[in-house]
Nanobody, 126 residues
Framework: QVRLVESGGGSVQAGGSLTLSCAVS????????MGWFRQAPGKEREGVAT????????SYADSVKGRFTISRDNSKNTLYLQMNSLKPEDTAMYYC???????????????????WGQGTQVTVSS
């Protein structure tokens, strides 16, 4: 089990940028899948971006492609989500999560991710 701690959320105007960080403690493996998810009030939690530890292959939800970038700093064991051109519909609680093995893509079931952070709020005003 890994421990995940998110930071970097905040309030920005539409068109602005934020970078979220997820500090990872505990043992990670090359076959782990890490991801960023978000949940807006009254909506289901959805995958935003994923990062496969071993291959560094990434995937993105259609709604954020071209605007968000997921990355990982191996030396710091930290996962990032760079968010540009933010829109009001990006407003949500953002979570970092980790899954052990399996396919690594945003459509993977939320239930497959066994480790979660506490979340960080992102609010985008128009």
């Amino acid at each position: 089990q890994v421990r995940l701690v998110e930071s970097g959320g905040g309030s920005v105007q539409a068109g602005g940028s934020l970078t979220l960080s997820c500090a990872v403690s505990g043992l990670t493996h090359s076959y782990d899948c890490m991801g960023w998810f978000r949940q807006a009030p009254g909506k289901e939690r959805e995958g935003v971006a994923t990062f496969h530890i071993g291959s560094r292959i990434t995937s993105y939800a259609d709604s954020v492609k071209g605007r968000f970038t997921i990355s990982r700093d191996n030396s710091k064991n930290t996962l990032y989500l760079q968010m540009n051109s933010l829109k009001p519909e990006d407003t949500a609680m953002y979570y970092c999560a980790s899954a052990r093995g399996g396919y690594c893509y945003t459509g993977r079931s939320v239930a497959d991710f066994g480790s979660w952070g506490q979340g960080t709020q992102v609010t985008v005003s128009s």
